[in-house]
């Protein structure tokens, strides 16, 4: 499947968020990702955002997609990170 995940968290836990997710998807601009991702490294990530978050006042917000073709996206302005991967 193919995500795109926002998350708003507080200060003090945004760095373990942000390296949470970038094991997961690749980063886009500040709290934004977006990649492929199986079912079960999805619930992974989920469970572990949950260790890091406080419910009460952060989110995580999760788009699903079947694949990224059933996704167009527009980039206006510049791209802050390319998605380049090495193989």
């Not at 970038?22 to 989920?46: A, H, P």
């Given at each position: 499947?193919?995500?795109?995940?926002?998350?708003?968290?507080?200060?003090?836990?945004?760095?373990?968020?942000?390296?949470?997710c970038?094991?997961?998807?690749?980063?886009?601009?500040?709290?934004v990702f977006?990649?492929?991702i199986?079912?079960?490294?999805l619930?992974?990530?989920?469970?572990?955002?949950r260790?890091?978050?406080?419910?009460e006042?952060d989110?995580?917000?999760?788009?699903?997609?079947r694949?990224?073709?059933?996704?167009?996206?527009q980039?206006?302005?510049?791209?802050?990170?390319t998605?380049?991967?090495?193989?």
């Amino acid at each position: 499947m193919y995500i795109i995940l926002v998350y708003d968290i507080g200060e003090k836990r945004v760095g373990k968020m942000l390296k949470l997710c970038r094991r997961y998807v690749d980063w886009i601009q500040n709290s934004v990702f977006e990649g492929e991702i199986s079912e079960v490294q999805l619930k992974t990530l989920i469970q572990q955002a949950r260790e890091i978050m406080d419910e009460e006042t952060d989110s995580l917000i999760i788009f699903i997609s079947r694949q990224e073709k059933w996704l167009e996206k527009q980039v206006v302005g510049s791209e802050r990170s390319t998605l380049d991967k090495f193989l």
